[in-house]
């Protein structure tokens, strides 16, 4: 053979050997890039990407690569992602393909569920070889450190369960009325008018109310009427004649029945009652009433409604006969209190007899106080005295909830919804029970049949927010002023609609003061920092160890807290 054919022969050779033939060196930390750095909860899970970009000359020819992500923490703990592949040039696999002479880029996407002990924890990369029938591995490599879990302090457990509430009112307002009604063009009061039964019973619960200790009246308003034919000028001053009459009337007969006490007596007047005129019309069988009510829309001014009405010979006397002697009328109408018991007349009988006590009175009493234990006491009580009124073992059972007994608190939501199937308070709250459980499809199908109750829009941000889904999340939170809504407005970088949030939150806890002091460390707030874990470690000690692992305040010292 040809010398220089075999010196070019034995160079080929020598090239396939160093591209195919030796193994992968150990990848370099430096060719990694993981995002986010650091890690951070999106949701339930730790979600990332690694770069890895592998230089030229390095990546061998017929070598398969398997890498998995794994996050390790404390002594053994660890939780591997799914693998990734890439691989040489010559390999006939499905896997990325890195050139030997270019070098190239590969992704390593994953995910892997979150733990709380993940907040001090390191991200490695664990590379196993195929190459020519045989299998090794390399060194792993670190490619990140710890984790951020603020998505995490959003959870079900910390959402209020939906109240069914109660309809006690402490004051009852009624109304009662009565009309007195005038000849054409008069406005004397005629006896007939003061005999009629709805002026009879306007007085006697007047002296009802007046009589008994649990009753006040609120006010007395006369209103009078003339109907709307006639001059302007003629009507003005018989409506106002009519008024005065009545609310004279009106004036003798409380001082007749020694009633000091009634409010105000107010009075007022229309001249041309033409609204009362329009809705009898609509009502009535009159003939041509289409014709009146079209005339009413083309003519506003008054007179010349009257003229074209007028005009309209056929039904005028129907009109006159119908329509106009209703309108000639002044209407009384009195408005009485009703007194229910006071707080402590409440609290009394509870303790002495509940069974005296309506549904809606013991549902109230649990109002009074704060103490979860006093309202499960009550609501139970309920429960017991009302076992078909399904308000009582839903709101027992948020009182477990509150509690953290979610078993006892499940087994009344229950029970509150085999009583009112169609009630949303317990469908939401059920739909809470399954989102502690992981059952998401289950509790976002049940904050669907939940539309519309105040407590939802927190729950169902939740639940975006458990899904990674942040966007959702603030538009169903909407305007709340709570912990999770705050959050939301976190995780999305609205500090300013954060801070405002936190602000308003009516009754501040822990966990408030915790998500003011992750904002003041996103804003670079040092004395927002510390001020606000220091209260937080007060109403929970936990939130101290917790915030001198939470990388959201790895740049400052917390160790004197």
């Keep these: ?106 992704t390593i996407p994953f995910s892997i569920d979150y733990r709380p002990e993940m907040a001090q924890s390191e991200l490695f990369v664990d590379l196993n070889v195929q190459q020519g029938g045989k299998t090794y591995s390399l060194p792993r490599v ?17 959402v209020r369960p939906a109240v069914a509430p109660d309809k006690f009112q402490k004051v009852i307002t009624e109304t009662y009325s009565a009309d007195i009604h005038f000849l054409i063009n008069q406005a004397n009061v005629r006896s007939t008018e003061t005999a009629s039964k709805d002026y009879i019973v306007l007085n006697e619960k007047l002296r009802e109310a007046n009589a008994a200790p649990n009753m006040e009246i609120a006010g007395v308003t006369v209103n ?10 003629f009507n003005t001053q018989l409506a106002e004649k009519r008024e005065k ?52 829309k ?43 018991k006071s707080d402590e007349e409440l609290i009394n009988t509870f303790n002495a007899d509940p069974s005296r006590l309506s549904v809606d009175e013991i549902l109230y009493i649990a109002t009074l106080t704060d103490d979860n234990t006093k309202k499960m006491a009550v609501y139970r009580k309920a429960s017991e005295l009302y076992p ?57 199908e049940a904050f669907g049949r939940a539309a519309g109750v105040p407590e939802a829009a927190d729950a169902l941000g939740v639940y975006y927010l458990s899904q990674g889904d942040v966007a959702k999340a603030n538009t169903a939170f909407g305007g709340a002023r709570t912990n999770n809504a705050a959050l939301g407005q976190i995780l999305a970088k609205d500090y300013t609609a954060a801070r405002q949030t936190l602000a308003s939150i009516p009754n501040p806890d822990a966990i408030t003061y915790y998500l003011t002091a992750i904002l003041g460390a996103r804003t670079g707030n040092e004395s927002m920092v510390m001020s606000n874990l220091r209260q937080a470690g007060r109403l929970d000690s936990s939130l101290i160890s917790r915030a001198k692992s939470d990388r959201e305040f790895s740049g400052y010292n917390l160790s004197f807290l």
């Excluded at 090239?15 to 650091?38: D, I, R």
């Excluded at 670190?142 to 910390?158: D, M, P, Y």
């Excluded at 009078?224 to 000028?233: D, K, R, T, V, Y």
């Design 298 to 340: 083309m003519y506003k001014d008054p007179q010349d409604r009257e003229r074209e009405i007028r005009n309209l010979s056929s039904v005028f006397n129907e009109l006159a006969d119908q329509i106009l002697p209703q309108l000639r009328y002044s209407r009384v109408m009195a408005k009485v209190n009703v007194l229910g």
């Design 388 to 444: 078909q009124d399904y308000r009582a073992f839903n709101n027992l059972g948020l009182t477990q909830y509150a509690a953290k007994d979610y078993n006892a608190a499940e087994t009344n939501f229950k029970r509150a919804r085999q009583i009112a199937p169609d009630a949303k308070e317990p469908a939401m709250n059920l739909g809470l029970i399954s989102m502690l459980r992981q059952d998401y499809t289950t509790a976002n």
């Design 1 to 106: 053979m040809n010398k220089g054919l075999m010196l070019v022969a034995f160079g080929g050779l020598a090239l396939t050997l160093t591209g195919c033939s030796k193994k992968l060196a150990a990848f370099q930390s430096e060719y990694f890039v993981t995002n986010p750095a650091p890690l951070e909860t999106v949701g339930e899970k730790v979600p990332g990407q690694i770069t890895v970009s592998v230089p030229q000359k390095f990546m061998v020819k017929n070598a398969k690569v398997t890498a998995t992500p794994v996050l390790t923490w404390g002594y053994d703990g660890s939780a591997s992602a799914a693998q990734t592949i890439f691989q040489g040039e010559n390999v006939l696999d499905n896997g990325q393909v890195v050139n030997y002479d270019r070098g190239g880029t590969v």
């Design 142 to 158: 670190k490619v990140g450190e710890g984790v951020i879990a603020t998505s995490t302090l959003a959870s079900a457990a910390t």
């Design 224 to 233: 009078s009427f003339a109907s709307p034919e006639g001059s302007l000028e």
């Design 245 to 296: 009459n009545t609310t004279s009337l009106m004036e003798g007969q409380l001082k007749k029945d020694k009633i000091t006490e009634f409010g105000e007596l107010t009075s007022s007047f229309t001249p041309e009652d033409w609204e009362g005129f329009q809705k009898l019309v609509e009502k009535s069988n009159i003939q041509d009433k289409e014709l009146i009510l079209s005339v009413l």
